[in-house]
């Protein structure tokens, strides 16, 4: 019993150590923050799988095959993810703030690929916002940005 408990707690120190000595590259720190908002609402829809997959294709000149390698290391690290710092701080360390207000933009866009936006998807942009730094007129006109974008779309 004690073994077991013991193998538990080493594995887990093992799985944090791998995590935390492997540096998150920018596509899948941005890549983690567009899973989180679509898998907000618990519903995952091919409008907003397939939004999320354009926008790391256009964002970082990605090929379809790079974008599934990154997007399934993004979803493991999204649903363990505590917090969204570990993502943030990254883009922040690297982006400036227009990058970081665009960033913000293409999450309105991931939200609104569903044709809806639920009260959660809104409150977790919300918090990423915050976390890069954006003033709340920024957090605004990001929101104004993507609607106006889906409206075009539409």
Avoid at 20 to 28: A, R
Wanted: net charge negative; with cysteine; glycine share 0%.
């Amino acid at each position: 019993m004690l073994d077991k408990i013991n193998d538990f707690f080493n594995n887990l120190l093992n799985t944090n150590e791998k995590e935390t000595t492997e540096p998150l590259s920018i596509e899948i720190s941005c890549a983690v923050l567009l899973c989180e908002v679509m898998r907000a609402d618990s519903v995952f829809t091919t409008s907003e799988q397939n939004k999320l997959n354009e926008i790391l294709i256009k964002q970082f000149n990605l090929t379809t095959q790079e974008v599934n390698t990154i997007l399934e290391q993004a979803f493991e690290l999204s649903e363990n993810a505590s917090d969204f710092y570990q993502f943030t701080s990254k883009l922040n360390q690297y982006y400036s703030l227009d990058e970081r207000i665009k960033i913000v933009t293409l999450l309105w866009q991931v939200a609104y690929a569903d044709g809806e936006l639920d009260n959660i998807e809104e409150h977790i942009i919300r918090k990423i916002a915050d976390l890069l730094h954006l003033r709340h007129s920024e957090y605004i006109a990001t929101k104004i940005a993507a609607e106006a974008f889906k409206n075009q779309v539409s």
